[in-house]
């Protein structure tokens, strides 16, 4: 049981490229979430599903956009990469509303 | 909009002893979670201890227990019998409840760096 898996653990993105963030989970959980935690401070949520095919915006949600085919990928596209995404991209699983499991984190630099 | 606020950025403490980390809250909700989740220098995001707001009986988990204040809108968490391994950034978190059961978003505060010396 890998719980919540994330790829890559480190990029460097140019400004203006895309990129996409892979997150998977083997839990069966309906409920996925993207977070983004800027340096000192606490994670913001950027976008959440509640099972395939739903998706909606969270806090942060300008210059991103996700997709969910299947309950075990939640994938996060950046598609004109600025430095203001620079950040720490966390995806975490949930089944039950009080108990998300988080992944190890994607930092991206973006410069 | 519910705000977390944790008003101490860095503590320090001596390994054994007890240190407690703050936590206020804003909201006008009545039916909530609060959490603190620990992060440690590998970055992952740990689920340390969970609190209901309709129940009275302050959570515990071993050596972690919070002291939860509603009409305060204070959530501390007291580290007891301190360990090298509990070096971290904490962080205070909130969740609405809603009745429909289909919001579950986390609004977090900026964190409590805590550093157990030897």
């Known amino acids: 049981n890998a719980g919540v898996t994330q790829t890559p653990k480190f990029r460097i993105l140019k400004i203006g490229q895309s990129m996409t963030l892979q997150c998977a989970q083997d839990?069966?959980?309906?409920?996925m979430y993207w977070y983004r935690q800027d340096p000192g401070m606490g994670l913001k949520l950027i976008y959440y599903?509640?099972?395939?095919?739903?998706?909606d915006k969270g806090e942060v949600p300008n210059g991103y956009n996700v997709s969910r085919s299947t309950t075990e990928d939640f994938p996060l596209r950046l598609e004109l990469a600025a430095p203001s995404q620079t950040s720490v991209y966390f995806c975490?699983?949930?089944?039950?509303?009080?108990?998300?499991?988080f992944g190890p984190g994607t930092r991206l630099t973006v410069t | 909009a519910q705000t977390v606020t944790q008003s101490q950025p860095e503590m320090s403490v001596q390994e054994a002893e007890t240190v407690t980390l703050s936590c206020t809250y804003d909201?006008?909700?009545?039916?909530?979670?609060l959490f603190w989740y620990k992060q440690p220098p590998s970055r992952q995001m740990i689920l340390v201890i969970r609190?209901?707001?309709?129940?009275?009986q302050n959570a515990t988990e071993n050596r972690f227990s919070v002291n939860f204040q509603k009409a305060a809108k204070s959530f501390s968490l007291k580290i007891s019998d301190s360990q090298l391994g509990d070096t971290a950034m904490y962080f205070c978190?909130?969740?609405?409840?809603?009745?429909?059961?289909?919001?579950?978003?986390?609004?977090f505060g900026k964190g409590t760096l805590l550093t157990v010396n030897p």
């Open positions: 599903s509640v099972g395939a095919g739903i998706t």
């Open positions: 975490a699983s949930s089944y039950y509303e009080y108990e998300q499991y």
């Open positions: 839990m069966n959980h309906n409920y």
């Open positions: 609190q209901e707001a309709y129940k009275q």
């Open positions: 978190a909130f969740m609405k409840r809603d009745s429909g059961g289909s919001n579950y978003k986390l609004t």
């Open positions: 909201t006008s909700e009545s039916n909530y979670y």
